[in-house]
């Protein structure tokens, strides 16, 4: 299966979009996270986190983008969903909002902001942060036919970063920026009838060649990015409330053995033969609970009904999309429904920093060949061994979410998506040696 193939089609079909009534941008986005939140109190650092230093970019960095933070979208006005310092809008639950799937790099950031193994000193950081809104820009910017106009931004923003002195030390390899988008949305296809209609492959441009990139969705074949969650609805200030969380969906009564949330593809979609597969086989069935996205509804609005159906499940099936990524795996977990992958794709090959080793400890692959056959697969597996694969899954949520930005170190008292991706490029740096990563050398 190509990956190109099923990704490349789908730009403006992603998610589902509704009319929303006009909005004005709020220009504060950035008010919180760039222009300087007193940090807040914090506790110490984690030993296993290096002092890391995060760049101020100038605001034409920043600017053009909120100011266009629906440029991409005609039918939805998306800007909304970047407030909150990426969060989205509060739901009426504390700690809950609904956040977009595509924002991971604005909560980064946020989270960044207040964390206690923050340095303002750069000469005492050991890894560099490069804040760069990857969402916004593609939102902002990637529709726009103007090649030059659209990737103007870009090329200021790898020229201002290879200037300093800090980057040119180690060749940028204890540098690192954050994606919200897929790795695919940065590669522009080669020019077929002369309208190109993507980003260029910015994630691959010799400056960055040595700066590792956290991303919802990597190349596989890229040796510098790293799988990072997509953002779910839960971003929890307290360990308390990550553990009141657990609790409640250990607790969960599971009437249906599997579930599915999404929606079909369009015929010649390089997914359509998954998803058709999957509604077919969960229509049919009492044990399967199916929430069929319409295509015109935002979909990720229905968070109640979204968490509500995982939550009744044991299995939850994840049959690539639009790519081979979603982020209904990521709800799936927070809801301790166990992930059901059609291909190594979906998150094994992408989330190496998150996942435990052993695929089976967490999860169900199905094969090609009983792709027909997901209910005599799921039903076989004994119950004991159920309840322990949730057990793990569950055991995961603290390590996939995103804590909330403003939560103190001491309140938070737990490894979040953040912390967890900090741990490890914190291992990356110490070993860089003569301005080279002696992690990849071997
Ligand atoms: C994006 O913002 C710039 C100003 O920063 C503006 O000139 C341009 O028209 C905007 N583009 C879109 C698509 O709104
Ligand atoms: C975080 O705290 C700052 C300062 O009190 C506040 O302005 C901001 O709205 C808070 N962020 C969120 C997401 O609540
Ligand atoms: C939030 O939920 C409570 C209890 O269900 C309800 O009374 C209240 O009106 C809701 N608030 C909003 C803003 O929806
Ligand atoms: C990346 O690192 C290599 C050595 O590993 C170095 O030769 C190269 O100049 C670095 N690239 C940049 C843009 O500094
Ligand atoms: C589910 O099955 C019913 C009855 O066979 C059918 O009418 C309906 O269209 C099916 N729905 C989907 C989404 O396939």
Redesign the pocket.
């Known amino acids: 299966m190509s990956v190109k193939v099923l990704t490349f089609l789908a730009f403006f079909s992603i998610a589902c979009y509704l009319f929303f009534p006009s909005y004005s941008p709020n220009f504060d986005i950035f008010a919180n996270s760039v222009i300087g939140v007193p940090p807040v109190q914090s506790k110490q650092c984690d030993p296993d986190i290096a002092p890391f230093y995060i760049y101020d970019l100038p605001p034409r960095f920043s600017e053009p983008l909120i100011r266009n933070c629906s440029g991409f979208n005609p039918w939805k006005n998306m800007c909304p969903y970047f407030e909150n310092q990426g969060m989205g809008q509060p739901l009426n639950k504390s700690s809950w909002y609904n956040t977009y799937q595509l924002t991971a790099d604005m909560i980064f950031h946020g989270r960044a902001i207040n964390h206690p193994c923050r340095t303002k000193d750069s000469s005492s950081a050991l890894v560099f942060y490069i804040p760069f809104h990857t969402s916004l820009f593609v939102h902002a910017f990637g529709s726009d036919n103007n090649i030059a106009r659209r990737e103007a931004i870009w090329f200021d923003l790898l020229d201002h970063i290879?200037s300093l002195p800090t980057f040119q030390r180690h060749?940028?390899?204890d540098h690192f920026l954050v994606s919200g988008h897929m790795a695919w949305n940065f590669i522009r296809p080669p020019k077929k009838d002369g309208e190109p209609s993507r980003l260029n492959d910015f994630l691959k441009f010799?400056?960055l060649?040595?700066v590792s990139a956290l991303i919802i969705e990597r190349n596989t074949l890229s040796n510098n990015q790293f799988g990072i969650p997509y953002p779910s609805y839960f971003h929890p200030q307290s360990d308390a409330e990550i553990r009141s969380w657990q609790d409640e969906v250990r607790r969960s009564d599971r009437t249906h053995l599997f579930a599915f949330v999404g929606g079909a593809r369009h015929k010649g979609h390089g997914a359509e033969s998954y998803r058709t597969a999957v509604i077919s086989q969960c229509n049919r069935t009492e044990s399967c609970l199916l929430l069929q996205c319409n295509f015109w509804g935002a979909v990720w609005d229905e968070v109640d009904e979204i968490l509500g159906t995982l939550k009744r499940s044991h299995f939850c099936l994840q049959p690539p999309g639009d790519s081979s990524t979603r982020r209904s795996i990521f709800d799936s977990i927070l809801t301790g429904c166990v992930p059901v992958f059609f291909t190594d794709l979906s998150a094994y090959l992408q989330y190496e920093w998150y996942i435990p080793e052993r695929r089976e400890d967490w999860s169900v692959l199905i094969g090609p060949d009983q792709l027909y056959q997901i209910e005599e697969v799921l039903s076989q597996i004994p119950e004991k061994e159920v309840e322990r694969m949730r057990e793990v899954v569950i055991g995961m949520i603290p390590r996939v979410t995103y804590g909330h930005p403003n939560a103190t170190w001491a309140e938070v008292g737990f490894r979040d998506a953040v912390d967890t991706a900090l741990v490890e490029l914190t291992k990356r740096a110490r070993h860089i040696k003569d301005?080279?990563?002696a992690s990849l050398e071997n």
């Open positions: 290879s060749g940028g390899h010799p400056q060649s040595n301005g080279t990563d």
